[in-house]
């Protein structure tokens, strides 16, 4: 069973949901639960697996020193070159 609100940070298309209007890219809410770069790693994993594009908004919104710090986007770098993939916005504190 999905949680409720799911649909709204990770839009899967074929599972019965409604997707109209929605693109083949992931939208994750960083600031979503605990608001820390975990739900950044499990984004990023989610996206290689199923080989879909994926943009973070808000990460680590309510952390004192919000954005991406240097292990975060090391992450998203490594994963994009795994990937062949282009980034747009890497940089710290993003």
Known sequence: MRP???DEFFPVTGTGHSTAGMHECLMI???????????????????TL?????????????RRHPGLAAQHLTAVRAAAALCAATLDGDALAS
């Open 4 to 6: 409720p609100g799911a």
């Open 29 to 47: 809410d960083g600031a979503h639960g605990e608001g820390g770069g975990q739900i950044l790693r499990t984004g990023l994993a989610l996206a």
């Open 50 to 62: 199923l080989g879909r594009a994926v943009r973070f908004t808000r990460i680590r919104a309510g």
